[in-house]
Nanobody
Framework: VQLEESGGGLVQDGDSLRLTCAAS????????IGWFRQAPGKEREFVAA????????QYADSVKGRFTVSRDNAKNAAYLQMNSLKPEDTAVYYC??????????????WGQGTQVTVSS
């Protein structure tokens, strides 16, 4: 599976962005999709995950209520809608395909990342 993120950019405090994770190769339906982020000088952290089989979702406490994961089977894509962005959301965001877990080691395939910068 090859993954590619897009949709990052520079926004202001309180703005919204939607990240897209486009997949090629094997279909998304074989895997759960996870979103992670990594800020400068910090470890990669879990953001959200989507389980294809049951449509279950899980979110980090820091983004709960502001971020929403979704997917489009027909387009073999997943999305991360980010609302009410804060400066502390600034990071490189990665999508990954693998098991429905909240830790990076559970994912087998990774995109290259897209930068999200939120200015105050």
């Amino acid at each position: 599976v090859q993954l590619e993120e897009s949709g990052g950019g520079l926004v202001q405090d309180g703005d919204s962005l939607r990240l897209t994770c486009a997949a090629s190769g094997r279909t998304f339906s074989d895997y759960a999709i996870g979103w992670f982020r990594q800020a400068p000088g910090k470890e990669r952290e879990f953001v959200a995950a989507f389980s294809w089989k049951g449509g279950d979702t899980q979110y980090a406490d820091s983004v709960k209520g502001r971020f929403t994961v979704s997917r489009d089977n027909a387009k073999n894509a997943a999305y991360l809608q980010m609302n009410s962005l804060k400066p502390e959301d600034t990071a490189v965001y990665y999508c990954a395909a693998g098991s429905y877990v909240d830790y990076a080691d559970g994912y087998y395939y990774w995109g290259q990342g897209t930068q999200v910068t939120v200015s105050s």
